[in-house]
Nanobody
């Protein structure tokens, strides 16, 4: 059974940085497109970005230039490096995985809270 566990969330001041990790167990991360999503209070879950098998990434315009997704297949871990954080980035951040861009996200972590203070 594939499980995803996020870590690295916490409280950070505006303008600061944080790196989130998503560790996969029960499966090989290398098989999956890894995605990051977030859900702010009162809002629906939104797409943050993805990283494909080759390492190519895609980002939401709201985070492009500030966030960087990477993956380390040997460690079965994907990362979300977040820079220049602002209050609007406050959310629960989730990682997910899917087999292809046309597929639904098969598995989700339980999320990690990121709070950005002004």
């Amino acid at each position: 059974q594939v499980q995803l566990v996020e870590s690295g969330g916490g409280l950070v001041q505006a303008g600061g940085s944080l790196r989130l990790s998503c560790t996969v167990s029960g499966g090989a991360l290398s098989r999956y497109v890894m995605g990051w999503f977030r859900q702010a209070p009162g809002k629906e879950r939104e797409f943050v970005g993805e990283i494909f098998w080759s390492g190519i990434t895609s980002y939401s315009n709201s985070v492009k230039g500030r966030f960087t997704i990477s993956r380390d297949n040997a460690k079965n871990t994907a990362y979300l490096q977040m820079n220049s954080l602002n209050a609007e980035d406050t959310a629960v951040y989730y990682c997910g995985c899917r087999l292809s861009p046309g597929a639904p996200y098969h598995y989700w972590g339980q999320g990690t809270q990121v709070t950005v203070s002004s």
